[in-house]
């Protein structure tokens, strides 16, 4: 199984400030990641497929990179609605699919 | 744009059956796959399984012997049952949209969009 690991698991960030999130495979996903932003009592919703590729309707200020191992996400400049908890997702490798634990953005 | 509806029992006893069905609204069924994923405080997002239209399933190794997935293509729907459910199972259940298949092989199989939830708590 491939553990997901994403740090830090609170990030305190102020409005109109850059956030970077991680997320660590235990091995080699290629770009098979996933992110995704979840607000109270909604589902997940998807921000970037492929590490890099941003979702339908998901603005120019969300980012990802990275592969193999290590991938992050980006927020150029944080709006009011991006504070959530983040989870990235590894579809590399299954059964199973694993997701990572979360980073929960806070304002700072 | 496609939607998912869900629904079921949201209350349960240890060591009964939990069963829960999806709908797929204004999109095509067939070709994808189709999963369920929980949600809980002390495990975080877990996958459980999926199945395709013409009902090949995978299973998460740690739920397989208590999971059935299953599908009814005549309704655009696809179910979970979980048998023998603790309190460890408690937990918000959503389906959701996964990959299809391209040249043999399963493909941009993350997920989205997703339903909107099952809170399914399971209590003497």
């Known amino acids: 199984e491939v553990v997901m690991t994403q740090s830090p698991a609170t990030l305190s960030v102020s409005p109109g400030e850059r956030a970077t999130l991680s997320c660590r495979a235990s091995?080699?996903?290629?770009?098979?990641l996933a992110w995704y932003q979840q607000k109270p009592g909604l589902a997940p919703r998807l921000l970037i497929y492929?590490?890099?590729t941003r979702a339908t309707g998901i603005p120019a200020r969300f980012s990802g990179s990275g592969s193999g191992i290590e991938f992050s996400l980006t927020i150029s400049s944080l709006q009011s609605e991006d504070f959530a908890i983040y989870y990235c997702l590894q579809y590399d490798n299954w059964p199973p699919y694993t997701f990572g634990q979360g980073t929960k953005l806070e304002v700072k | 744009q496609v939607q998912l509806q869900q629904w079921g029992a949201g209350l349960l006893k240890p060591s009964e059956t939990l069963s829960l069905t999806c709908a797929v609204y204004?999109?095509?069924?067939?070709?994808?796959?189709w999963s369920w994923i929980r949600q809980s405080p002390g495990r975080g997002l877990e996958w459980i399984g999926e199945?395709?239209?013409?009902?090949?399933?995978t299973y998460n190794p740690s739920l397989k012997s208590r999971v059935t997935i299953s599908t009814d293509t005549s309704r655009n729907q696809f179910s979970l049952e979980m048998k023998s459910v603790t309190v460890a199972d408690t937990a918000v259940y959503y389906c959701?949209?996964?990959?299809?298949?391209?040249?043999?092989?399963?493909?941009?199989?993350?997920?989205?969009?997703w339903g909107q939830g099952t809170l399914v708590t399971v209590s003497s």
């Open positions: 959701a949209r996964g990959g299809f298949v391209v040249a043999g092989n399963l493909e941009y199989n993350w997920f989205d969009p």
């Open positions: 091995q080699s996903i290629s770009s098979n």
């Open positions: 204004r999109g095509s069924f067939s070709g994808f796959y």
């Open positions: 492929g590490a890099s």
């Open positions: 199945i395709n239209h013409s009902g090949s399933t």
